[in-house]
């Protein structure tokens, strides 16, 4: 018993949204060149993973809570990935409880196996530079949840810089039970930019980066912008009454997730995130609601039992 309680870790997920994301032309790798904001939010899963008997690498995996149905529980899960990178020497037994939607646009598989690096290096010794590396290896945004905060990501999304910013942001997030594919999604984007050159893109974070230093949601919210929504919209068109429904219920601004379909509408406070996600809940246009804010941390260990 004693053994088992040493050798259990537990680690902290948490979702992102881009405040900006800038998408620029395809690369002969097939990656586009981003210029992204990221925003870690405190919409967050929780990880446990126990030592137990086996191979080395992940031994079992389960997944509780919101969507959990939709998550792999086999070695497509980029959690198993993230073991076997980050040199499992152990057999593990791995629980995952999302509160991040799944396929939502929030970076939750991504955020799920920065997690699980946290965790690698707590029993392995990795040191922040080996976990940096692995992290870009496993996705784009894989790097930005192992750190959190707010950052400026270029290249795929994995070269971060921090971003100075003051203040709280609170959101109200309204979520589709069915996911996007975020392929499809910049796909989608490049034959939209085939047929219409001049689709307007997000341009400069210059604006942006400004107004958050200001810490006031009021100035920051007529900067974000999001390439990928023209995309996002295309292939599922009922997303744009959701962000009109989301600006009618009194929000500053409102935006796609990332690839979608989540859409991310900025309030004043929190209790001004309540009154707008209780109108939205309301108008019955979305599958769930959730409010939250950011920035927080990234991926981190909460419980280390040795
Ligand atoms: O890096 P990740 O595996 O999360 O990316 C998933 C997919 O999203 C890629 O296979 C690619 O189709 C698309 N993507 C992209 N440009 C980026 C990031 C992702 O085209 N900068």
Same mark, same amino acid.
């Given at each position: 018993? *004693?053994?088992?309680?040493?050798?259990?870790? #537990?680690?902290?997920? &948490?979702?992102?949204?881009?405040?900006?994301?800038?998408?620029?032309?395809?690369?002969?790798?097939?990656?586009? #060149?981003?210029?992204?904001?990221?925003?870690?939010?405190?919409?967050?899963?929780?990880?446990?993973?126990? %030592?137990?008997?086996?191979?080395?690498?992940?031994?079992?995996?389960?997944?509780?809570?919101?969507?959990?149905?939709?998550?792999?529980?086999?070695?497509?899960? $980029?959690?198993? *990935?993230? =073991?076997?990178?980050?040199?499992?020497?152990?057999?593990?037994?791995?629980?995952?409880?999302?509160?991040?939607?799944?396929?939502?646009?929030?970076?939750?598989?991504?955020? !799920?196996?920065?997690?699980?690096?946290?965790?690698?290096? =707590?029993?392995?010794?990795?040191?922040?530079?080996?976990?940096?590396?692995?992290?870009?290896? $496993?996705?784009?945004?894989?790097?930005?949840?192992?750190?959190?905060? /707010?950052?400026?990501?270029?290249?795929?999304?994995?070269?971060?810089?921090?971003?100075?910013?003051?203040?709280?942001?609170?959101?109200?997030?309204?979520?589709?039970? #069915? @996911?996007?594919?975020?392929?499809?999604?910049?796909?989608?984007?490049?034959?939209?930019?085939?047929?219409?050159?001049?689709?307007?893109?997000?341009?400069?974070?210059?604006?942006?980066?400004?107004?958050?230093?200001?810490?006031?949601?009021?100035?920051?919210?007529?900067?974000?912008?999001?390439?990928?929504?023209?995309?996002? %919209?295309? $292939?599922?068109? @009922?997303?744009?009454?959701?962000? !009109?429904?989301?600006?009618?219920?009194?929000?500053?601004?409102?935006?796609?997730?990332?690839?979608?379909?989540?859409?991310?509408?900025?309030?004043?406070?929190?209790? &001004? =995130?309540?009154? %707008?996600?209780?109108?939205?809940?309301?108008?019955?246009?979305?599958?769930?609601?959730? /409010?939250?804010? @950011?920035?927080?941390?990234?991926? &981190?260990?909460?419980?280390?039992?040795?």
């Amino acid at each position: 018993m *004693r053994l088992a309680a040493q050798l259990r870790h #537990e680690a902290v997920a &948490h979702g992102k949204v881009n405040l900006h994301l800038g998408v620029g032309d395809a690369r002969p790798d097939g990656y586009h #060149e981003l210029t992204t904001v990221f925003q870690s939010l405190a919409l967050a899963d929780r990880m446990s993973v126990s %030592v137990c008997e086996g191979t080395a690498g992940v031994a079992s995996l389960s997944v509780a809570g919101a969507d959990a149905d939709k998550v792999p529980t086999d070695s497509s899960n $980029l959690v198993w *990935r993230a =073991a076997e990178l980050a040199g499992a020497s152990q057999a593990l037994d791995v629980r995952i409880d999302k509160g991040i939607p799944v396929a939502g646009g929030m970076a939750g598989g991504s955020a !799920d196996s920065a997690a699980m690096l946290r965790i690698m290096a =707590a029993l392995n010794g990795l040191d922040d530079a080996q976990l940096e590396e692995i992290a870009a290896q $496993l996705g784009s945004d894989v790097p930005f949840t192992l750190h959190g905060g /707010t950052m400026l990501g270029t290249g795929r999304g994995e070269k971060l810089e921090p971003l100075p910013t003051s203040g709280e942001y609170h959101w109200v997030l309204a979520v589709s039970s #069915e @996911g996007l594919s975020t392929p499809k999604v910049f796909a989608t984007l490049d034959e939209l930019r085939e047929t219409n050159p001049e689709l307007p893109r997000a341009g400069a974070v210059d604006a942006l980066a400004d107004a958050l230093l200001t810490g006031d949601p009021e100035q920051v919210a007529p900067h974000l912008a999001n390439d990928l929504q023209a995309a996002a %919209v295309e $292939l599922r068109p @009922g997303l744009q009454d959701i962000l !009109d429904a989301g600006i009618q219920a009194g929000a500053l601004n409102g935006i796609v997730s990332g690839s979608g379909p989540t859409c991310a509408f900025l309030c004043r406070d929190a209790t &001004h =995130a309540e009154q %707008v996600a209780a109108r939205l809940r309301a108008e019955k246009v979305v599958d769930a609601i959730y /409010t939250t804010h @950011g920035p927080v941390a990234g991926a &981190h260990l909460i419980t280390n039992e040795s």
